[in-house]
């Protein structure tokens, strides 16, 4: 299984950016498929997820109204569309494949397989 971020970037405050994660080995439609972010020096926290059965979503709330998560079966990708972006959105941004149910989807230890990350900077 191999899941490889895109996508980040340097952006200015309330500018936009689309994260993409390819998968490869796995079905992002049959697992839960995760965005976490990382600042160093502080622990990975959850910033949405796309479950895999129905494919509903839940989102930090720091996320909800700003981020959307999706997912598009045909190319076996998922994505993060991340609108209005802040300062304190600055972060590496990883996607992750796991199998949870109910909350344990939020926790990054239920997830098996990570991504090499993708920086997103947002500074003016």
């Known amino acids: 299984v191999q899941l490889v971020e895109s996508g980040g970037g340097l952006v200015q405050p309330g500018e936009s950016l689309r994260l993409s994660c390819a998968a490869s080995?796995?079905?992002?439609?049959?697992?839960?498929m995760g965005w976490f972010r990382q600042v160093i020096g502080q622990e990975r926290e959850f910033v949405a997820v796309?479950?895999?059965?129905?494919?509903?979503?839940a989102y930090a709330d720091f996320a909800k109204g700003r981020f959307t998560i999706s997912r598009d079966n045909a190319k076996n990708t998922v994505y993060l569309q991340m609108n209005n972006l802040k300062p304190e959105d600055t972060a590496l941004y990883y996607c992750?494949?796991?199998?949870?149910?109910?909350?344990?989807?939020?926790?990054?230890?239920?997830?098996?397989?990570w991504g090499q990350g993708t920086q997103v900077t947002v500074s003016s």
């Open positions: 080995g796995r079905a992002v439609s049959r697992y839960n």
């Open positions: 796309i479950r895999r059965n129905g494919g509903s979503t």
């Open positions: 992750a494949s796991g199998q949870a149910i109910h909350s344990a989807v939020y926790g990054p230890a239920n997830y098996n397989y």
